[in-house]
């Protein structure tokens, strides 16, 4: 599979304004020594995290607050405002004082991506997929006018509020193109000869280019680096969502998807996505091991009851930090006083708190893990190129 040119694609014009369509990849990489040490660097880095990633003691536990985590810093990039805090709780049964509908926004992305893993069994990242993905985030949320799972049939742009295809800073490939380039894009995904991580890189810039949907293109590209990372057995669970990173350092992450686009700038992208995976594998990493130290100690502080329960919800506590003695009871399969009991213990050890005033149904937090998952990514402004 052979590339010949650099130039990121052609501009047709369409009246006023010309429409970007993007040439099918690869393009010709020069590899450089510092492209070659960053690609290097992410590839150590992504592979210590699924060594002791895979050998943590709940890493299928862990994947569903790190799923949400995803989630929540996914949705924010585009504008929803639910925190962890708030969807972790809501999850429990807390009232929480946020709409619904931003709620539902995030929760349809954790669907959406456990909806892709199971899919990875029995179908390979393809355009089928992508449809489906993008069905299961818009299905009942603001954004459904825009067709779920259906490819855009008129033109969209990338620009600020009130701009129009002639002011906008983008404008994708036109309608009657959209099926072409993303044909080429999943013939790219199966027959790539280069490593994975530039492999996805190129992937996640092309699909972001040729923005086949409405509305949730952003969020369907960020859900297909995860589902890459699976399907290609990088990570044997999703331990590693890089959209901390691209929200903490979002101008840069437009500027190099722009980069490409305006000017072939191929290297200044790549190399920005393989810090981020560098990055946000040491921060996802440092995030699991506290966590699991955490349980760990609380697992001695309980353990040696009389009965297994107080330790059973410290378990429970792994994928959600919130819990109520209804919810544990249910998850628990035992009556409901022996799970108000376990929690109650819990309570006494300092390891969880009531977080609602309510008598029946108290809604309690196990704040310390709520805080490790909370903690914005620790990036430095060298961390940006």
Same mark, same amino acid.
């Given at each position: 599979?052979?590339?010949?040119?650099?130039?990121?694609?052609?501009?047709?014009?369409?009246?006023?304004?010309?429409?970007?369509?993007?040439?099918?990849?690869?393009?010709?990489?020069?590899?450089?020594?510092?492209?070659?040490?960053?690609?290097?660097?992410?590839?150590?880095?992504?592979?210590?995290?699924?060594?002791?990633?895979?050998?943590?003691?709940?890493?299928?536990?862990?994947? &569903?607050?790190?799923?949400?985590?995803?989630?929540? =810093?996914?949705?924010?990039?585009? $504008?929803? /405002? !639910? +925190?962890? #805090?708030?969807?972790?709780?809501?999850?429990?049964?807390?009232?929480?004082?946020?709409?619904?509908?931003?709620?539902?926004?995030?929760?349809?992305?954790?669907?959406?991506?456990?909806?892709?893993?199971?899919?990875?069994?029995?179908?390979?990242?393809?355009? &089928?997929?992508?449809?489906?993905?993008?069905?299961? =985030?818009?299905?009942?949320?603001? $954004?459904? /006018? !825009? +067709?779920? #799972?259906?490819?855009?049939?008129?033109?969209?742009?990338?620009?600020?509020?009130?701009?129009?295809?002639?002011?906008?800073?983008?404008?994708?490939?036109?309608?009657?193109?959209?099926?072409?380039?993303?044909?080429?894009?999943?013939?790219?995904?199966?027959?790539?000869?280069?490593?994975?991580?530039?492999?996805?890189?190129?992937?996640?810039?092309?699909?972001?280019?040729?923005?086949?949907?409405?509305?949730?293109?952003?969020?369907?590209?960020?859900?297909?680096?995860?589902?890459?990372?699976?399907?290609?057995?990088?990570?044997?669970?999703?331990?590693?969502?890089?959209?901390?990173?691209?929200?903490?350092?979002?101008?840069?992450?437009?500027?190099?998807?722009?980069?490409?686009?305006?000017?072939?700038?191929?290297?200044?992208?790549?190399?920005?996505?393989?810090?981020?995976?560098?990055?946000?594998?040491?921060?996802?990493?440092?995030?699991?091991?506290?966590?699991?130290?955490?349980?760990?100690?609380?697992?001695?502080?309980?353990?040696?009851?009389?009965?297994?329960?107080?330790?059973?919800?410290?378990?429970?506590?792994?994928?959600?930090?919130?819990?109520?003695?209804?919810?544990?009871?249910?998850?628990?399969?035992?009556?409901?006083?022996?799970?108000?009991?376990?929690?109650?213990?819990?309570?006494?050890?300092?390891?969880?708190?009531?977080?609602?005033?309510?008598?029946?149904?108290?809604?309690?937090?196990?704040?310390?893990?709520?805080?490790?998952?909370?903690?914005?990514?620790?990036?430095?402004?060298?961390?940006?190129?």
């Amino acid at each position: 599979m052979h590339a010949t040119t650099n130039l990121p694609g052609r501009k047709i014009p369409q009246g006023n304004y010309s429409a970007f369509v993007p040439a099918p990849l690869p393009p010709k990489l020069e590899w450089t020594p510092r492209l070659i040490r960053v690609l290097s660097d992410a590839d150590r880095l992504i592979g210590k995290l699924a060594g002791e990633g895979g050998r943590l003691p709940n890493p299928h536990v862990l994947m &569903r607050p790190f799923v949400q985590r995803e989630a929540v =810093l996914s949705s924010k990039i585009e $504008g929803t /405002q !639910a +925190t962890l #805090g708030e969807l972790l709780a809501a999850e429990a049964g807390a009232v929480v004082d946020r709409s619904p509908e931003d709620l539902r926004e995030v929760g349809n992305y954790v669907i959406a991506l456990e909806h892709g893993i199971v899919r990875l069994k029995e179908l390979p990242l393809c355009v &089928r997929m992508v449809r489906e993905l993008h069905e299961q =985030l818009l299905t009942g949320v603001r $954004g459904h /006018q !825009a +067709t779920p #799972g259906r490819f855009r049939k008129i033109q969209n742009w990338i620009g600020r509020p009130g701009s129009t295809p002639t002011t906008a800073s983008f404008v994708p490939p036109p309608p009657d193109e959209v099926e072409t380039c993303l044909a080429a894009w999943e013939k790219f995904l199966h027959e790539s000869e280069l490593p994975p991580l530039i492999t996805i890189a190129l992937a996640h810039y092309q699909f972001e280019a040729i923005h086949p949907f409405l509305d949730g293109n952003g969020r369907v590209g960020r859900l297909l680096i995860t589902l890459f990372l699976i399907e290609r057995g990088i990570l044997p669970t999703p331990l590693l969502y890089l959209s901390a990173f691209f929200e903490v350092s979002r101008r840069d992450y437009y500027d190099g998807l722009r980069g490409i686009s305006e000017r072939g700038a191929w290297h200044d992208w790549l190399e920005y996505f393989l810090l981020g995976v560098a990055r946000m594998s040491e921060d996802a990493l440092s995030r699991a091991a506290r966590m699991n130290a955490k349980l760990a100690q609380w697992q001695k502080q309980v353990a040696g009851e009389s009965t297994n329960a107080p330790l059973r919800v410290v378990e429970l506590l792994a994928s959600n930090p919130f819990i109520t003695a209804r919810g544990a009871a249910e998850k628990l399969a035992v009556a409901f006083t022996t799970g108000q009991r376990a929690i109650e213990r819990l309570e006494r050890s300092g390891i969880v708190k009531p977080v609602s005033e309510a008598k029946r149904n108290r809604v309690y937090c196990a704040q310390a893990l709520l805080d490790i998952l909370e903690e914005p990514a620790h990036l430095t402004p060298a961390d940006t190129i």
